[in-house]
Structures are given as C-alpha cells and as structure tokens.
C-alpha cells in the first residue's frame, strides 16, 4: 500500500515556467510534509517542508501549497531554470521522529 | 549547517568480501539516522533506522545479519555489507535527524560487487 501517491512520473517544463508536482496522503497522523530535490549520483536535498497548521509556504521560487481536508499538497516552481533539473521527491512523517515515507518522485525537465 | 557526509562515495569490492559504509553528522548530533538503498531511476527504501546506543530497527525484508548497522556515537552510524553478492549492488543513502521532523542526506555511497 502506498502511503503517498505522486504525480506525474515526469514533467517537461519551458524555462520560465511554472513547475507544478501533486502528492496525495492516506495517513491522517502524518504531520509533516518535506520536498527533497536530488541530482543524479547525489543524495537528497531537502528543498522545502510545512507543517499541517499553514496551507502555503514560500522560500525563494519555491512554494508548497498544502489542503489538509483532501490531503494533498504540491509544490510549485516558479520561474524554473534548467539547473532546476532534478527528480524530485514528496514525502510525509509523524511524530518527529519517524522515517519518512518518500512519494515515487518526479523527474523534472526544464528547456530552455 | 545540517551537513551529512558519507564514506566512500563508491566502492568496488568482490562477491564474498564485507564493505563499511560510515554516515557522520558533521555540524550536528544525531541521535536517529536512518539507512536507505535506492536503485536506478526509483524512490527510496528504507533499510533500517539507527539509534545512538542501541540496536538497529530493520524493516521487513531486511537481513539484520547481511546489513549491520552500529550507531556508536551521536555523529556517527555505520553500514556494513556482509559477505556481499552482485545484487547487493545499489546506491546506499544516510539521513541524521537533525531536529524534530527534519532529516538531512548524505551524498550516497555507489557499491558495486564484482
């Protein structure tokens, strides 16, 4: 059973763009929803996070947008540049101190 | 700050012989640090979660005795690949919890087995 659902597998997105990425949650205990970005070869990074009491957050061009009633939320890319290239991954934990739980991730394609 | 380092970041080793992943937490103390294994173009899969001073929770499907994990301080977990065949071969990921809910990632470790 997957506990977070994310889309789409793959996106192209102009330079200059908008990046939009979508993951879905079942687990209502979750209470704490990251974004990493990872190049290849490379670790994760953690890109951005929001707790459930916010519905958006925004750091630089980066924004996650967040509805705890249809428990969803996204990330949004403004402005996307081709260094923005990565997959990225959705994930969500409770507690503080659990594991993550990583959505499929999406491997991003800005063109110039 | 949160800056995780992992060691190697590859290696080479013959089917047989046991390989050492360390993960260290280099600006902050962890007392959790988790184990990942990511194959080509997938998610990650979580292997194990390590806590400082005690023993390592495997997940399900995990061989505790194949993978041993010792967290012997509170910047440094170790992976060790025992007796390790070709389909040991992955991308082995670290993360140090370094405050409540926020997990930094080491740089992967590429482990080929020849």
């Known amino acids: 059973q997957q506990q977070v659902k994310q889309s789409p597998q793959s996106l192209i997105v102009q330079k200059g763009g908008i990046s939009i990425i979508n993951c879905a949650y079942e687990?209502?205990?979750?209470?704490?929803f990251p974004w990493y970005q990872q190049f290849p070869g490379k670790g994760p990074a953690l890109l951005i996070a929001?707790?459930?009491?916010?519905s958006e957050k925004k750091e630089g061009r980066f924004t996650i947008s967040f509805n705890k009633s249809a428990k969803q939320f996204s990330l949004h890319i403004m402005d996307s540049q081709p260094g923005d290239s990565a997959t990225y991954f959705c994930?969500?934990?409770?507690?503080?101190?659990?594991?993550?739980?990583f959505g499929k991730g999406t491997r991003l394609s800005v063109i110039a | 700050g949160a800056v995780v380092s992992q060691h190697p970041s590859r290696v080479i080793c013959k089917s047989g012989t046991s390989v050492k992943i360390e993960c260290r937490s280099l600006?902050?103390?962890?007392?959790?640090m988790f184990w990942y294994r990511q194959f080509p173009k997938q998610s990650l899969m979580l292997m194990a979660t390590?806590?400082?001073?005690?023993?390592?929770?495997?997940e399900q499907g995990v061989e505790k005795d194949k993978f041993l994990i010792n967290h012997a301080s509170l910047t440094l977990s170790t992976l060790t690949v025992t007796s390790a065949h070709p389909e040991d071969s992955s991308f082995y990921i670290c993360?140090?919890?370094?405050?409540?809910?926020?997990?930094?990632f080491g740089p992967g470790t590429r482990l080929t087995v020849t």
């Open positions: 687990n209502t205990a979750f209470d704490y």
């Open positions: 600006d902050f103390q962890a007392t959790t």
């Open positions: 390590s806590n400082e001073g005690s023993k390592a929770t495997y």
């Open positions: 929001i707790r459930p009491d916010v």
């Open positions: 993360s140090a919890l370094a405050r409540s809910y926020e997990q930094y």
């Open positions: 994930a969500a934990s409770h507690s503080g101190n659990t594991p993550l739980v």
